[in-house]
């Protein structure tokens, strides 16, 4: 079966741009995590979706946006792009049987840079 | 809320020998899913151990264990017979009740196996 996976895997942007950042769910699977990874601030959580459904969001600004669609399938879009929005940026999946804590299965991230 | 906290921020082992890395937590959830996830210098989080607040056992997958401590709130994870590939970034992260796929990471501990 295979993994998550993360498109582009490299980007570099200049402040001011926005830019969307793409996730493919292991197959089945049906809530997908973002998060982002500084040196700063370590592992942030961004946001979750379920079934097209933002369920839960972390401490970011209103520039950070997402959305799933049916087949699961995530995107995160970042507006008006600033230096310290430079990271990795990590999606991660879970099958969401309904039951807690479920394992999430991370891609291998985007890395953004911002110019 | 949760957190976690991990205070190695690295160390050095030798290859065959035994390592534990500390991970301690706070919660105020009745249910909660302790995760380990390895991060090589290429960035992808690889999921390693799961416990669940209530399990009676602590987990074992291979050559990693969980010393799960309830009372202590501790969920130390040892690797047994080291090698070099298991030089990388380990997190200790903690998923709550109800916590919609978010997962909280501590700061992490930058493990290099040495031959």
């Known amino acids: 079966k295979a993994g998550v996976t993360q498109t582009p895997r490299y980007l570099i942007k200049t402040r001011g741009q926005q830019v969307t950042l793409s996730c493919s769910p292991i197959?089945?699977?049906?809530?997908v995590s973002w998060y982002q990874q500084t040196p700063g601030q370590g592992l942030q959580f961004l946001f979750e979706y379920f079934s097209e459904t933002q369920r839960n969001k972390g401490n970011f600004p209103g520039r950070f946006s997402g959305r799933q669609f049916s087949n699961s399938r995530s995107e995160m879009n970042v507006s008006t792009l600033e230096l310290g929005d430079s990271a990795l940026y990590l999606c991660?999946?879970?099958?969401?049987?309904?039951?807690?804590?479920?394992?999430?299965?991370f891609g291998p991230g985007t890395r953004l840079l911002v110019l | 809320a949760q957190k976690i906290t991990q205070t190695q921020p690295g160390m050095f082992v030798q290859e065959k020998e035994a390592v534990t890395l500390d991970c301690t937590y706070d919660?105020?959830?009745?249910?909660?899913?302790l995760f380990w996830y390895k991060q090589p210098s290429s960035g992808e989080m690889i999921f390693l151990i799961y416990?669940?607040?209530?399990?009676?056992q602590n987990a074992t997958e291979g050559r990693y264990s969980l010393n799960f401590q309830k009372a202590r709130k501790s969920a130390n994870l040892v690797i047994s017979t080291s090698q070099l590939g298991d030089s990388a970034m380990y997190f200790c992260a903690i998923e709550g009740t109800d916590s919609w796929g978010k997962l909280q990471f501590g700061a992490g501990t930058q493990v290099v196996v040495t031959p």
């Open positions: 919660t105020s959830d009745p249910s909660y899913g």
């Open positions: 197959s089945g699977h049906r809530s």
């Open positions: 991660a999946s879970s099958l969401e049987t309904g039951s807690n804590q479920e394992t999430q299965y």
């Open positions: 416990q669940g607040s209530y399990d009676q």
